[in-house]
Structures are given as structure tokens and as C-alpha cells.
């Protein structure tokens, strides 16, 4: 099997800028004849059943001011009650129900909410025409412009717009009302609860671009020169395109002008020297599209994209821009830890930043339709894309999730996915779901045949994969011989037979490792184990524990390295999410998951440092694990591990040495960790310094036992934020001795106040059993860390986070925030 594919990716960047009309933020250049209107202030918010909320004159006084993107439901409170269900969880090999907790957060997110917005649109003149867009609305929303419904859709995730030019008053009031309505038993995670992305107006010209229609590849890309066919559809008259490419200094480097066929058109544009996309080098080009009826300018986007080549190939595996690369991936769920679904771009961003740090160079969206946001930051910062689209096709997984929409809904939904997004550089290939009951039996045939069908009309140059965990099975039924990647989630075992089984030459890790481990939190005696529960409820850091159908890092990595054929993997997870408290989600309190390498709060867990030990290959890497504040184990036997990039290393508790471990391939865990499981504790200091190949000492590492919680230490992700009323700064909180030794078993409660240009926004300390309200300005430190979330407000000035705990000298910190 060989797809080879030479892509760009194109998105509308409206680069303009920014004023407030009666609470909606717009976007205009003075010169463009199209303008979006992002609907962001101004809305009122209620849950609950409103019937009359969407008539013109309903009473919304009473009602919650909020901003959108908003998550109703994060704002808690945290109860077991909001998601108690008895169920057999079969993907995790159960046959029996039994009664589960926290499955998807603990949190209200069920129920029914309306969102309403009164606005003008002074934009918005006769002969213009308006489109209303969603991003994402969660779910099944019911939307009514001016007293009348315009519009529904179904899936939570999907994007979706509606025309609503002939029922959009120019010059006056207009009322907008959404009712958005989440079933019981409608998610395997927590899925949020309201318009958490974006919703816009797009204002235009009846001669204007189709939404989504611009579709952009390169089929042929050499050092000297690009093709960039461009493909795109309009309405009007004696209309003709006229197309700018531009470098990222600004300048000119290709034009072209064509006129249409029909409505249609289609540009061959040569781009020499191009400087191509990729991880490494995320190179984007400026693309100024113009549209012209008589002369006149009708429509114009300003756009950027990329350019770079694909392929798959048997043998050889995946390429990019000729150079065999391997996918060294994370799963994503879309929540955003304390903000819940609500998308921000600055969350987004410092998670990407972390990803970087640690070698990641894909993410995988599991299990739905990504953020436009994540795509654009995907795009800029350099990460592979792995877009997914369902985690339920016909068959259920819930009794009310997306099989109930599937016959009348998921080609649309696939259809709006790939067009919307199909220009980003970033997406090198699809997945069509994810571990669906569907994956055997004729009926699933048909069905994945069905959807990676669409795919390939709307988008032949990726290809189409399925996270399947019924190997067995998909080997048997044909099913995994369909798919243009079969993408196997764990399951190693059947590694090497699905390899011989299915005809495309190769295999995607598309779901591996699935560890557990509680950042900070380590158990004694140190051994592998499988569904192991504690008293606390929380895991062990050693990461060696995992689940009956999981296994651990190294057992995956000497797949990734040992088999050519093996093109990649994406682990569960990059971060840990709401939901899915496995192994604790038949035991209270526990409340979201243990899989990720960072916690909650984005907090680097131990697993990083072992992931990243291997897949930053740019960095140095030497970390030491556990902690040594171990009062009361004085003499016992406490394991000490170190992650890194060198080969061998030696390990000194107090000045004697421990003796010089050597990586070997004895076991995966000896060939990827540097294990003395003979140490015993002693207060004081444990030291390791590492070797390089040739035996020389390059590097040496320090843990200290700790003294009493004496201050605390801020770290801020950045230091300047922009003053736009939605930046975010996140500051890692530490507490420290009075020799500013990390006291990394503190449990002190913190207290928040933010003063000046800013506002206190939430606090997250990575415990999945903490039942605290991120949004109280009060958390408790967990393994001696927290993360405080300070926003920006409209206006510039100096911002003051003040932090104080009982017995702690308090911490201040000042940032600046710029318009």
C-alpha cells in the first residue's frame, strides 16, 4: 500500500483589527468587503427548562452574565450523584455492572441550558448576506434567531452554521437564544456543557466564497518550486479570482488570476524555494484570495498556509517531506483541566509548550472533532495531527450517546470536519472512530467502508484510520484490511500477527500505554502490578502499574524502536483529563484520570521525564525518582530510579555510592530505566551522576530531604500577557523549606487574591480524589504543588497575584498585561 500525498494547508486568518459592538467583538479590515463578528460579551445564561427563553420579549434580567466560550457545568459542585450509573465498561474487558462514580467528572453537566444575546449588527446592510457559525455546542443545540428557530444539530463536537440572512434585522435588535440539552448517560468522559467554542457571524457579499469550500494542495513540491492547486467555489456573476502568496516576512512570491468555470475555481500557483512545513520548521506562508464581479472586490479571505509531502508506505513506514518519521504522539481529551471545555488559546498553548519540552510531535484528538484553535496552534508550533471524529458509530457504547445520531448525522458531521479543516498542515491523517462495538460483523464493515469513503471524497490526499481494540476480531471480519492505517489501541501481543494479517505493510500505535500514577505519590514494595488499588485512591509515580488490558511505557518502546513497520504511537494520555478514574471509578472520591504524563494542572509527572528521556533528543534528560522525605522508613527499602538520556550512570545516598547502573535489554524496563531497587532510606541527600558513552561524567542530579514548609515559591509560565480580558498566566506554586528545598509531601491550604489589570481565574493541584472548587480562590497543595490561573482583564496595567498559607511566609508575584 502507498499513499503519497503533497499538501498545504489553508485557514482563514481574518488578520484585522478589533472593536466592540454592543458586546460582540468584530473583526474588519477597512479594505475587506467581509467581516466576522465573534459573539463573545453580553450573554445571559440560565440552567434549566425555560420553555419561552427563545421568544424576542422573554425576561432574561435575572438571569447569569457570562462570556462564551463557557462551560456551565465546571463551576461544579463536584458529587457523585451527577454521574452514579451501573454499567459494564466492555472496552475495559468488564461482563458484569457494577455501580461507577466520576465517569464523567462528577460534575452537573446534565441537564438543559439556554443562552441568550441581544445585539446589532451595524455590518449588516440589504444585499449582504450572514452566516451564523458554531464551533462546537454541547449538545443538541436548538438555536432561535428574533423569536423564530433558524436551526439544530446533534453532535456536541461537530461545527456547524447556519444561513440566517433573511431572518437577521439590519439597523436593529436582535435576539439570539440557544437551548443546548445533555442527556444521562450520554459520555464515556466528561464531555462540558455549553457553547465552550466560538460562536461568529460571518457578514458578506451575496458574491462571496462558499463556507469551507477553499481546498488547497501542492501536487508537486521540488527544492526549486511548489505547485499549490488551489480549489474553491463561489456565488455571482462574471466573477474572477485573483490570488497573492506571500512569504512570512510579507512579501509577494507568487500571484495569479483566474476566471470561473461556472462557480467554480481552480488556481496552479508555482511557489519557488519553498520553505516546507514540519514539526521541526512549522513554515507558513500568507495566501490574500480575492474575489471580483464586474470589476468590483466582493469577497476576500487572508489565509495561511503550509506546505509539505506525506506518504505511507510499506516497508519504509511514514514520511514526512522525504524523511522517515516516526509519530511520537499523545491522546488529548478537549477539557482544559480547571476550565473545563471552555476552549482558550492560551491553555492551549501552554499545553503544546509542554508537549514540545518533552520530544511529543503529534496529538491525536480523541475522541472527536478538534478545536480550530488547537489546529491553528498545531499549525504554528509544529505538531502532526491525528483528527478524530467518533467515539460511537451505530452500535452503543452509552445507552445515549452518538448512536442515536448516526444514520442522519455522520456523514454531515465528517463532511463539515474535513472541510472545515482539511487545510491545516498539521493533519496528516483522519480517524474515523475509536474503539466502536461496530468493528466486527458485516454491518461494521459496511459502516467503516461508509465513512472512510466520505473521507477519501472530501479529502483524498490523507489517509483513514480506526482506533481498534478488537484485533482479534478486525483481523477475522476484514475490518482492519479496509482501513487505509490500521491503528491497533495496546494489545501488543497481536502486534506482530496483525502485521502478517493485514496487507498494508505497517501499524499505528493509535492508543498505547495507558500507565496510571498519582504525580508525587509513590508505594512500597516497588513491583509491576495491574489494577492495583490503594486505601488513598491514588497510584503509583514508579510507573509500574497499569491496567488489565493496559500495559507500561517501555513495552511499547521496544516495539516503537525494534520494528520498522511500526510507524508510530499516541499515548493515553499527554495530560491527565476529567473522567475516566480508572482504577477508582467503582470507589469515591476520585474524579478524573490517572493516564496522564502531566496532571491535571499540567504538572510534569515522573512518566514525563521517561517519555522524554527518549523523545527529546535535543535536550538533556536527568531525572531522579521518588522524593527522600520518607520519616518513618528510616532502613527499609526504597527503590531509586533514574530517567535519562545516557546510557549508565551512578547513584550516591550521602556521599556513598550505590554502585553504576548500565542500561541493557535484559527487560524493557532495564533497557529504558536505570533501576537500584536495593537502596535504602536514610535522611539526607541521594545524588546521580550519568556517563556518557565513553565514561566520562557529564551530568549529575540532587534530591534533599526537605525541613519544614517554611515559603513559597511562584514560577509563571510568562510574565507579560496581553491585555484582551481572556489571556491566561499560569503560575506553578511550590513550597519550600527555609534552605528552598522542595517539601514535596505538603498539603498546606493556599489562599488567592489577584489585584489591578487582572482577576483570579482558578487553581488546580492534580489530586483526582480533591472534591475543591477550581474556581474558589482556595486550594490545598498536593505532593507540595499547585497552579493558580490569573486572567487578564480589557484594560492594560500591572497585575498582583498575592498567595498566603497558614505557617508560610507569603508569595507575590506581578505581571504585566499590554494592550
Given at each position: ?35 466576522t ?7 445571559k ?24 466560550p ?16 451501573s454499567?459494564?465498561?466492555t ?60 436551526g ?19 439597523g ?23 457553547l465552550?467554542?466560538?460562536?461568529n ?28 492547486n ?27 488570476t ?13 511557489v ?28 476576500e ?17 511514514f514520511?514526512?517531506?522525504?524523511k ?35 520530544g ?22 509544529g505538531?502532526?495531527f ?87 476480531n ?10 487505509d ?14 502485521h502478517?494479517?493485514f496487507?498494508?505493510?505497517?501499524i ?13 505519590i509513590?508505594?512500597f514494595?516497588?513491583v509491576?502490578a ?10 503509583s509515580?514508579y ?27 499516541f ?7 476529567l ?10 472520591p ?24 527518549r ?21 527499609q ?9 545516557y ?8 556521599g ?7 542500561k541493557?535489554?535484559?527487560t524493557?524496563?532495564n ?48 510574565e ?12 506553578t ?9 522542595p517539601?514535596?509531601t505538603?498539603?498546606n ?7 489591578g489589570?487582572g482577576t ?11 472534591l475543591?472548587?477550581f474556581?474558589?480562590?482556595?486550594m ?7 497552579v ?15 498567595i ?16
Open positions: 500500500m502507498k499513499i503519497a500525498t503533497a499538501y498545504t494547508r489553508l485557514y482563514i486568518v481574518l488578520l484585522m483589527s478589533v472593536f466592540i459592538l454592543g458586546g460582540c467583538s468584530s473583526t474588519s479590515n477597512t479594505s475587506s468587503p467581509r467581516q463578528v465573534q459573539l463573545k460579551n453580553g450573554w445564561f440560565s440552567k434549566g427548562q425555560n420553555e419561552n427563553a427563545w421568544q424576542t420579549g422573554f425576561n432574561d434580567s435575572g438571569w447569569e452574565a457570562v462570556t462564551v463557557h462551560d456551565w457545568a465546571i463551576y461544579g459542585p463536584f458529587d457523585k450523584k451527577w454521574d452514579m450509573q454499567v459494564a465498561i472496552q475495559n474487558g468488564e461482563t458484569e455492572a457494577t455501580e461507577k462514580t466520576g465517569r464523567t467528572g462528577a460534575l452537573p453537566h446534565i441537564g438543559t441550558g439556554w443562552y441568550r444575546k441581544t445585539f446589532t449588527l451595524p455590518e449588516f446592510k440589504a444585499g449582504k448576506k450572514a452566516l451564523l457559525v458554531f464551533e462546537g455546542a454541547m449538545s443538541e443545540p436548538q438555536v432561535y434567531l428574533n423569536g423564530k428557530k433558524v439544530e444539530w446533534a453532535y456536541g463536537y461537530a461545527y456547524f452554521y447556519i444561513d440566517i440572512t433573511k431572518d437577521l434585522k439590519p436593529q435588535q436582535n435576539v439570539l437564544a440557544v437551548q443546548l440539552s445533555n442527556k444521562e448517560f450520554s459520555s464515556r468522559w466528561y464531555p462540558g456543557a455549553g465552550y467554542r466560538k460562536v457571524i460571518i457578514i458578506k457579499n451575496e458574491e462571496s466564497f462558499e463556507q469551507w469550500s477553499t481546498y488547497i494542495t501542492t501536487p508537486t513540491i521540488a527544492s526549486n518550486a511548489a505547485t499549490i488551489i480549489k474553491t467555489t463561489a456565488t455571482g456573476n462574471g466573477i474572477f479570482l485573483d490570488t497573492k502568496i506571500l512569504d512570512a516576512t510579507g512579501k509577494v512570491v507568487a500571484t495569479h483566474s476566471d470561473a468555470i461556472g462557480n467554480s475555481f481552480e488556481q496552479n500557483i508555482v519557488p524555494e519553498p520553505n516546507l512545513w514540519s514539526p521541526e520548521t512549522p513554515y507558513l506562508y500568507t495566501a490574500v484570495t480575492q474575489l471580483y464581479a464586474g470589476g468590483v472586490l466582493k469577497d479571505e487572508t489565509t495561511k498556509f503550509g506546505i509539505r509531502e506525506i506518504k505511507y508506505e510499506a516497508g519504509s513506514g514520511s514526512l517531506n522525504g522517515v518519521t516516526k509519530f511520537k504522539g499523545v491522546c488529548l481529551h478537549h477539557d482544559l483541566g480547571p476550565l473545563g471545555a471552555a476552549v482558550n488559546k492560551a491553555a492551549l498553548r501552554r499545553q503544546m509548550q509542554i508537549l514540545k519540552d518533552l511529543c510531535n503529534a496529538i491525536r484528538s480523541s475522541h472527536n472533532m478538534p478545536s480550530m484553535e488547537q489546529l491553528e496552534l498545531a499549525d504554528e508550533m505538531f502532526m491525528l483528527a478524530e471524529s467518533f467515539d460511537e458509530w451505530a452500535k452503543p457504547k452509552v445507552e445515549n450517546g452518538y448512536n442515536r445520531f448516526f444514520a442522519e448525522y455522520a456523514e454531515k458531521d465528517v463532511v463539515n470536519l474535513v472541510r472545515a479543516t482539511r487545510n491545516h498542515p498539521c493533519i496528516v491523517m483522519w480517524s474515523a472512530g475509536n474503539e466502536v462495538p461496530d468493528q466486527y460483523g458485516a454491518e461494521g464493515l459496511k459502516r467503516a467502508k461508509f465513512l472512510q469513503d466520505i473521507f477519501h471524497r472530501e479529502d483524498p490526499t490523507r489517509p483513514v484510520t480506526v482506533g481498534m481494540d478488537q484485533v482479534q478486525t483481523m477475522e471480519s476484514g475490518f482492519g484490511a479496509l482501513l492505517i490500521p491503528g491497533l489501541n495496546y494489545r501488543l501481543p497481536l502486534y506482530e500477527e496483525a502478517k494479517a496487507p498494508q505493510g505497517f499505528l500505535g493509535s492508543e498505547t500505554a495507558s500507565t496510571i500514577s498519582s504525580r508525587g509513590y508505594k514494595p516497588v509491576k495491574k489494577d492495583k488499588k490503594y486505601d488513598d485512591n491514588q497510584t509515580s510507573d509500574l502499574e497499569a491496567c488489565n488490558w493496559s500495559n507500561v511505557p517501555d513495552d511499547d518502546f521496544v516495539l516503537q524502536d525494534d520494528k520498522d513497520w511500526v510507524i508510530g504511537e499515548v493515553w494520555t499527554g495530560f491527565d483529563y473522567g475516566e478514574p480508572t482504577p477508582y471509578d467503582e470507589r469515591w476520585s474524579r478524573s484520570s490517572y493516564f496522564g504524563i502531566a496532571d491535571l494542572a499540567g504538572i510534569p509527572k515522573d512518566r514525563f521525564y521517561l517519555y522524554r528521556s523523545w527529546n533528543t535535543k535536550d538533556e534528560t536527568l531525572h531522579l525518582l521518588p522524593h527522600w522525605n520518607w520519616e518513618g522508613r528510616e532502613g527499602t526504597t527503590p531509586v530510579f533514574v530517567y535519562t538520556n546510557d549508565s550512570a551512578e547513584l550516591f545516598i550521602n556513598k555510592s550505590q554502585g553504576i547502573q548500565k541493557s535489554k535484559v524493557p524496563q533497557r529504558y530505566r536505570l533501576m537500584w531497587m536495593d537502596t535504602k532510606y536514610e535522611p539526607g541527600t541521594v545524588k546521580v551522576v550519568a556517563f556518557d558513552k565513553d565514561g566520562k561524567a557529564v551530568a549529575e542530579k540532587e534530591v534533599k530531604t526537605a525541613g519544614t514548609p517554611h515559603h513559597l515559591v511562584l514560577n509563571p509560565d510568562r507579560t500577557l496581553t491585555a484582551n480580558g481572556e489571556d491566561l498566566c499560569f503560575v506554586v511550590s513550597v519550600v523549606d527555609k534552605d528552598g528545598i517539601c514535596p505538603a498539603t491550604r493556599l489562599n488567592f487574591k489577584v489585584t489589570a483570579y481565574r482558578a487553581a488546580c493541584n492534580g489530586d483526582a480524589t480533591s475543591e472548587i474556581h474558589e480562590p482556595t490545598k497543595l498536593f505532593s507540595g504543588k499547585l493558580v490561573l490569573v486572567q487578564s482583564a480589557d484594560k492594560a496595567g500591572v497585575i498582583q497575584l498575592e498566603t498559607g497558614d505557617g508560610l511566609e507569603k508569595g507575590v508575584l506581578n505581571l504585566d498585561s499590554e494592550k
